[in-house]
């Protein structure tokens, strides 16, 4: 009952969840299906044992239950007209799972057995009354299922079109029943139609602000751009894009989307980046390129609750992507396309004939290749979606046997001869006789402007302490990791980038965070040595901008750093490196690069081993559970600690939001990102019995099993986190 006491009427709700559905699902040719489900997903509420249930509530509060308190199932009789009368088969388990989650086999089978045994009256009570008031809940002729899915040679197109139909009904769901209890119709966002020529005069206008007509680069630049517009007009699939750090990937994959768009008459854009740093960097691009009312920010940083009236359909957007442009993570994305809760998979039918851009696409964990491409590839194949793959190291995915026979349709068609072009640094090796960090203090004590690079937390405290000390040239000396706060991050990055384009003296010590994306640019940059992609990453904060003759990067291997904790990180992709790269072979090579990742995947035996190719045949045989508990991307290693960094007073305010008596609002969540650093969970759980932290949220009694932390000593103004006495050299995360 809504605030005007009225009731949603069963007979509405199922007839709009449909309608909905079936707008949804129609981009991949599940209309019929999706209709179906939204029918009859809810005709359980049809029993009177469910409508005096609701009396009841509507009287007394709280949930629907019958007269001894127990939770009336409302699920199992469209379940089973899916199943049985439609012939739907597994396909039912969209239906079943449209509150709990999508289940596996075996959950939905025995849903069946409930509804023809013991619960087989109140199925078919249910039935009948629904039927008098909605006969479509029983059709003659049974919806169709595409017969490319019934008849794929790969189950797992099947699973993902189940996945897609399942979104297509719990957002329809949602949706019907906000608007009865609101009584505010569906907020439609811009439309992506015409948004080339927006992309375009915004382009022209950012390009004149900054000036860049005649610089070497910036020509390159241009001539990238043009080729990606110019690859824009191909047919629907899958697009490799190799460019060289430097040359405006982020533009030119915006232009290769909005252009591709408006020729296939896409419906929206969707740019996943792996870090939040560069999440934010591009949203900030891509609203000066598409119009800030065009652009949906949706990741953990972004407090989407303050926004203005006038953007409102971004706030409700943010639940199912109904944006023509969306700017999330690569976290975010593919979580929830292998996610089994309705809330997470609300979204995915917006997948359906969008352009995909996947920004930095060398980050995707080589252990969980198998599934993401896989998906990718029956989204390019079944649903009418197009995937952009940009990166300046180039993965080679389609070695893969997932990706073997297909066709890729390439940005670059040379792309050697654009690396060549763009050369800008020249690198040095102080691998053999490995270098200590003493000596590379150092040697950099009188540098003008350097950014050094390692592998670890600890490498990097150890040598930001070490350069300190040995400063010559003056300057600050900053440290970038993420035992900082997340604004202490920004508030650092925001400083050097002054100090670099005044030209002042300057030296930065950071872990990786700094390299995929992160727009700065030195003349002097010192890699710890790391896998291949990562030295050319680091290579690209080297002359940037292309204002040097030449710049240099000094790839070391250093002597006393963190062997155990680099192995953590990079694994057997170290040892590739060593194979294909030195003195003389620098990495951006191309055709060392693509011996180097066929050596990489079958070291790991990718196609065969992985825990990717586990979870591929759970995704088979349609376990959605066992695939949600396996599939995860971020590293659990590490934990969120509430550091004593920013405004204080409102620390406090969302501290004691986030410890009182009742339920924490998302937006909490949300707005304390910039307050967190973390830790590994060994280190954090030592740091509470050592009397450094304490646990904010979970047991204090079982530290090492809380969810959040709170750092009551010990965070230092350059370096964040810093437990020196509690960090043996194994705490390397």
Same mark, same amino acid.
């Given at each position: 009952?809504?605030?005007?006491?009225?009731?949603?009427?069963?007979?509405?709700?199922?007839?709009?969840?449909?309608?909905?559905?079936?707008?949804?699902?129609?981009?991949?040719?599940?209309?019929?299906?999706?209709?179906?489900?939204?029918?009859?997903? !809810?005709?359980?509420?049809?029993?009177?044992?469910?409508?005096?249930?609701?009396?009841?509530?509507?009287?007394?509060?709280?949930?629907?239950?019958?007269?001894?308190?127990?939770?009336?199932?409302?699920?199992? *009789?469209?379940?089973?007209?899916?199943?049985?009368?439609?012939?739907?088969?597994?396909?039912?388990?969209?239906?079943?799972?449209?509150?709990?989650?999508?289940?596996?086999?075996?959950?939905?089978?025995?849903?069946?057995?409930?509804?023809?045994?013991?619960?087989?009256?109140?199925?078919?009570?249910?039935?009948? @009354?629904?039927? #008098?008031?909605?006969?479509?809940?029983?059709?003659?002729?049974?919806?169709?299922?595409?017969?490319?899915?019934?008849?794929?040679? !790969?189950?797992?197109?099947?699973?993902?079109?189940?996945?897609?139909?399942?979104?297509?009904?719990?957002?329809?769901?949602?949706?019907?029943?906000?608007?009865?209890?609101?009584?505010?119709?569906?907020?439609?966002?811009?439309?992506?139609?015409?948004?080339?020529?927006?992309?375009?005069?915004?382009?022209?206008?950012?390009?004149?602000?900054?000036?860049?007509?005649?610089?070497?680069?910036?020509?390159?630049?241009?001539?990238?751009?043009?080729?990606?517009?110019?690859?824009?007009?191909?047919?629907?699939?899958?697009?490799?894009?190799?460019?060289?750090?430097?040359?405006?990937?982020?533009?030119?994959?915006?232009?290769?989307?909005?252009?591709?768009?408006?020729?296939?008459?896409?419906?929206?854009?969707?740019? #996943?980046?792996?870090?939040?740093?560069?999440?934010?960097?591009?949203?900030?691009?891509?609203?000066?390129?598409?119009?800030?009312?065009?652009?949906?920010?949706?990741?953990?940083?972004?407090?989407?609750?303050?926004?203005?009236?006038?953007?409102?359909?971004?706030?409700?957007?943010?639940?199912?992507?109904?944006?023509?442009?969306?700017?999330?993570?690569?976290?975010?994305?593919?979580?929830?396309?292998?996610?089994?809760?309705?809330?997470?998979?609300?979204?995915?039918?917006?997948?359906?004939?969008?352009?995909?851009?996947?920004?930095?696409?060398?980050?995707?964990?080589?252990?969980?290749?198998?599934?993401?491409?896989? *998906?990718?590839?029956?989204?390019?194949?079944?649903?009418?979606?197009?995937?952009?793959?940009?990166?300046?190291?180039?993965?080679?995915?389609?070695?893969?046997?997932?990706?073997?026979?297909?066709?890729?349709?390439?940005?670059?068609?040379?792309?050697?001869?654009?690396?060549?072009?763009?050369?800008?640094?020249?690198?040095?090796? @102080?691998?053999?006789?490995?270098?200590?960090?003493?000596?590379?203090?150092?040697?950099?004590?009188?540098?003008?402007?350097?950014?050094?690079?390692?592998?670890?937390?600890?490498?990097?405290?150890?040598?930001?302490?070490?350069?300190?000390?040995?400063?010559?040239?003056?300057?600050?000396?900053?440290?970038?990791?993420?035992?900082?706060?997340?604004?202490?991050?920004?508030?650092?990055?925001?400083?050097?980038?002054?100090?670099?384009?005044?030209?002042?003296?300057?030296?930065?010590?950071?872990?990786?965070?700094?390299?995929?994306?992160?727009?700065?640019?030195?003349?002097?940059?010192?890699?710890?040595?790391?896998?291949?992609?990562?030295?050319?990453?680091?290579?690209?904060?080297?002359?940037?901008?292309?204002?040097?003759?030449?710049?240099?990067?000094?790839?070391?291997?250093?002597?006393?750093?963190?062997?155990?904790?680099?192995?953590?990180?990079?694994?057997?992709?170290?040892?590739?490196?060593?194979?294909?790269?030195?003195?003389?072979?620098?990495?951006?090579?191309?055709?060392?690069?693509?011996?180097?990742?066929?050596?990489?995947?079958?070291?790991?035996?990718?196609?065969?081993?992985?825990?990717?190719?586990?979870?591929?045949?759970?995704?088979?045989?349609?376990?959605?559970?066992?695939?949600?508990?396996?599939?995860?991307?971020?590293?659990?290693?590490?934990?969120?600690?509430?550091?004593?960094?920013?405004?204080?007073?409102?620390?406090?305010?969302?501290?004691?939001?986030?410890?009182?008596?009742?339920?924490?609002?998302?937006?909490?969540?949300?707005?304390?990102?910039?307050?967190?650093?973390?830790?590994?969970?060994?280190? #954090?759980?030592?740091?509470?019995?050592?009397?450094?932290?304490?646990?904010?949220?979970?047991?204090?009694?079982?530290?090492?099993?809380?969810?959040?932390?709170?750092?009551?000593?010990?965070?230092?103004?350059?370096?964040?986190?810093?437990?020196?006495?509690?960090?043996?050299?194994?705490?390397?995360?």
């Amino acid at each position: 009952m809504n605030s005007a006491g009225t009731r949603d009427r069963l007979s509405d709700h199922l007839e709009g969840t449909a309608r909905r559905a079936g707008d949804f699902a129609e981009v991949f040719g599940g209309r019929e299906v999706a209709e179906y489900f939204g029918r009859v997903h !809810d005709v359980g509420k049809g029993r009177c044992a469910w409508q005096d249930g609701l009396d009841r509530a509507d009287k007394c509060g709280g949930r629907v239950v019958d007269q001894h308190g127990k939770s009336i199932d409302h699920k199992l *009789a469209g379940t089973w007209l899916a199943a049985r009368h439609a012939g739907l088969g597994y396909f039912a388990m969209a239906v079943l799972g449209h509150h709990g989650g999508l289940g596996d086999r075996q959950s939905l089978k025995q849903a069946i057995a409930r509804a023809e045994g013991t619960a087989r009256d109140a199925v078919q009570e249910a039935i009948s @009354r629904v039927a #008098a008031l909605v006969p479509a809940i029983m059709p003659r002729q049974s919806p169709a299922v595409p017969d490319r899915i019934l008849h794929a040679l !790969d189950p797992c197109v099947g699973e993902l079109w189940l996945r897609m139909v399942f979104s297509a009904l719990v957002d329809a769901d949602f949706l019907d029943t906000a608007q009865h209890f609101t009584g505010v119709p569906r907020v439609t966002p811009p439309s992506l139609s015409g948004m080339a020529e927006v992309f375009e005069a915004n382009r022209r206008t950012l390009l004149a602000d900054a000036g860049v007509a005649g610089a070497k680069v910036n020509v390159i630049r241009e001539q990238v751009y043009r080729q990606a517009v110019a690859a824009a007009s191909a047919r629907r699939g899958i697009f490799p894009f190799p460019a060289p750090t430097g040359v405006g990937k982020t533009i030119a994959a915006g232009g290769f989307a909005v252009h591709h768009a408006a020729r296939h008459n896409l419906s929206r854009v969707i740019i #996943a980046v792996p870090f939040l740093s560069i999440t934010e960097q591009n949203a900030a691009v891509y609203r000066g390129l598409f119009g800030a009312e065009n652009v949906l920010e949706h990741h953990s940083g972004v407090d989407l609750d303050d926004l203005p009236a006038e953007h409102r359909w971004q706030r409700l957007a943010a639940e199912n992507w109904d944006a023509p442009v969306v700017v999330t993570t690569t976290v975010r994305l593919f979580e929830s396309l292998f996610s089994r809760k309705p809330a997470a998979m609300r979204k995915l039918h917006r997948l359906a004939g969008a352009v995909i851009v996947l920004d930095e696409v060398q980050s995707l964990p080589d252990e969980l290749l198998v599934p993401i491409l896989s *998906a990718l590839r029956h989204l390019s194949e079944h649903f009418g979606t197009s995937v952009l793959l940009a990166s300046a190291t180039q993965p080679e995915f389609f070695s893969l046997k997932v990706f073997q026979d297909l066709k890729p349709r390439p940005v670059i068609t040379e792309p050697q001869p654009l690396y060549d072009s763009l050369r800008r640094v020249r690198f040095e090796w @102080r691998c053999d006789p490995k270098p200590t960090f003493e000596r590379i203090a150092h040697e950099v004590a009188a540098a003008h402007q350097v950014l050094l690079v390692v592998n670890t937390t600890r490498d990097a405290g150890v040598l930001h302490t070490a350069i300190e000390h040995g400063r010559r040239c003056g300057g600050p000396v900053f440290h970038l990791s993420t035992r900082m706060a997340g604004a202490h991050r920004r508030d650092t990055l925001e400083r050097i980038r002054r100090l670099l384009a005044d030209e002042l003296p300057v030296a930065v010590v950071s872990t990786q965070l700094v390299e995929a994306g992160v727009d700065v640019d030195f003349p002097l940059v010192y890699r710890a040595f790391a896998p291949a992609e990562a030295l050319l990453q680091a290579a690209g904060r080297c002359n940037r901008n292309g204002l040097l003759d030449e710049g240099v990067v000094v790839v070391f291997d250093p002597a006393d750093g963190s062997v155990r904790g680099t192995r953590m990180v990079y694994g057997a992709a170290l040892d590739a490196t060593r194979s294909y790269f030195g003195p003389g072979r620098d990495p951006d090579r191309l055709d060392l690069l693509t011996a180097y990742y066929n050596t990489r995947y079958a070291v790991k035996n990718i196609d065969n081993a992985s825990l990717g190719t586990r979870i591929q045949k759970l995704r088979a045989d349609f376990d959605f559970i066992k695939v949600a508990e396996l599939f995860t991307m971020i590293e659990e290693g590490t934990v969120p600690v509430l550091v004593p960094y920013g405004d204080e007073v409102e620390r406090e305010d969302l501290r004691s939001q986030l410890v009182g008596p009742d339920p924490v609002e998302p937006w909490v969540f949300r707005r304390l990102q910039p307050y967190l650093a973390a830790l590994p969970k060994q280190l #954090a759980a030592r740091a509470v019995t050592d009397g450094y932290a304490r646990v904010l949220l979970g047991d204090p009694a079982t530290p090492h099993q809380a969810r959040m932390y709170e750092l009551i000593s010990g965070y230092h103004d350059q370096r964040g986190i810093e437990l020196k006495d509690l960090e043996p050299k194994e705490y390397v995360l």
